[in-house]
């Protein structure tokens, strides 16, 4: 099995940074794309950032110029940098990883963490 731990999330004022993290761990052979996703109170889930093993990167409109995407595939860890925060970015932040596990015969799963709570005030 593979676990996402997600931390770095809290309360912060508008205009205001937060790096988030999220750690994979656990029986893994291989893992791809990480990302994060966001959701808000009575909204959809929605992609925030993705980033592919190998850098390449994709970015939500509201957020480009704004958040940065990054991995460090030796520790299975990826990080969202958020700057320049809104009220708007307030959400639970999920991290999202398309991985083999050990016993997976080969075959791609999609994993998700538990969530951290963002919060932006005015």
């Known amino acids: 099995q593979v676990q996402l731990v997600e931390s770095g999330g809290g309360l912060v004022q508008a205009g205001g940074s937060l790096r988030l993290s999220c750690a994979a761990s656990?029986?893994?052979?291989?893992?791809?794309?990480m990302g994060w996703y966001r959701q808000a109170p009575g909204k959809q889930r929605e992609l925030v950032a993705d980033?592919?093993?190998?850098?390449?990167?994709n970015y939500a409109d509201a957020v480009k110029g704004r958040f940065t995407i990054s991995r460090d595939n030796a520790k299975n860890t990826v990080y969202l940098q958020m700057n320049s925060l809104k009220p708007d970015d307030t959400a639970v932040y999920y991290c999202n990883a398309k991985a083999v596990p050990a016993q997976g015969m080969g075959v791609w799963y999609n994993y998700w963490g538990q969530g951290t709570q963002v919060t932006v005030s005015s």
């Open positions: 980033i592919t093993r190998g850098g390449s990167t």
């Open positions: 656990g029986s893994i052979f291989s893992i791809g794309a």
